[in-house]
Nanobody, 117 residues
């Protein structure tokens, strides 16, 4: 059994920074890509960032230049560094690890980020 556990969310003022973490626990899995999504109330889930084993990254247009995704060498933990945060970044953030054995991959439970003064 594999679980993804997110941490690092919370309340931050506009212009501030936060770093989210997503750690895999349980069985070993062959992760080929790590992604972050977010979902604001009343809106659809939105792709934020992704990284593959070779280190190539991709970002959603709304966060380019402000957010940065990284991972540890073992591909067990993903990070999302968020800077210059705006109120519209307020959402629940979800990590998603892609593996060959599971089409939808593994999902974290979601963690709340609130950007407000």
């Amino acid at each position: 059994q594999v679980q993804l556990v997110e941490s690092g969310g919370g309340l931050v003022q506009p212009g501030g920074s936060l770093t989210l973490s997503c750690a895999a626990s349980g069985s070993q899995i062959a992760v080929t890509a790590m992604k972050w999504y977010r979902q604001a109330p009343g809106k659809e889930r939105e792709f934020i960032a992704g990284i593959v084993g070779g280190g190539i990254t991709r970002y959603g247009d709304s966060v380019k230049g402000r957010f940065s995704i990284s991972r540890d060498k073992t591909m067990r933990t993903a990070y999302l560094r968020m800077s210059s945060l705006k109120p519209e970044d307020t959402a629940a953030y979800y990590c998603n690890f892609i593996t060959p054995d599971k089409s939808e991959g593994y999902w974290g439970q979601g963690i709340r980020v609130t950007v407000s003064s």
